[in-house]
Nanobody, 121 residues
Framework: QVQLVESGGGLVQPGGSLRLSCAAS????????MGWYRQAPGKQRELVAT???????NYADAVKGRFTISRDNAKNTVYLQMNSLKLEDTAVYYC???????????????WGQGTQVTVSS
């Protein structure tokens, strides 16, 4: 089993910044992709940003130029630096990782419990 622990959500004014963190632990052999998704009330969960074990990244168009995803592979941790936050960024943000576990033949997807980000004046 793999556990994901998120931190860093909160309330921020428009134009402000927040940094989310997510640490993975458990029976990890290797982590392929790590990233963030979000879900606003009444909407489907959507991709925010992902990063492979290398340097390949993928961002939603809505956050390009404002959000930056980074990883510390030694710590199995992924970060999301969110700048110039907008009202429409309000959502529950979920950490995601695709993990190859010890003694497992194929990788599995894991999700964090979610952290609330609220952008409001």
């Amino acid at each position: 089993q793999v556990q994901l622990v998120e931190s860093g959500g909160g309330l921020v004014q428009p134009g402000g910044s927040l940094r989310l963190s997510c640490a993975a632990s458990g029976s990890i052999f290797s982590i392929n992709a790590m990233g963030w998704y979000r879900q606003a009330p009444g909407k489907q969960r959507e991709l925010v940003a992902t990063r492979t074990s290398g340097i390949s990244t993928n961002y939603a168009d809505a956050v390009k130029g404002r959000f930056t995803i980074s990883r510390d592979n030694a710590k199995n941790t992924v970060y999301l630096q969110m700048n110039s936050l907008k009202l429409e960024d309000t959502a529950v943000y979920y950490c995601y990782c695709n993990v190859l576990e010890v003694r497992r033949p194929v990788p599995n997807d894991y999700w964090g419990q979610g952290t609330q980000v609220t952008v409001s004046s």
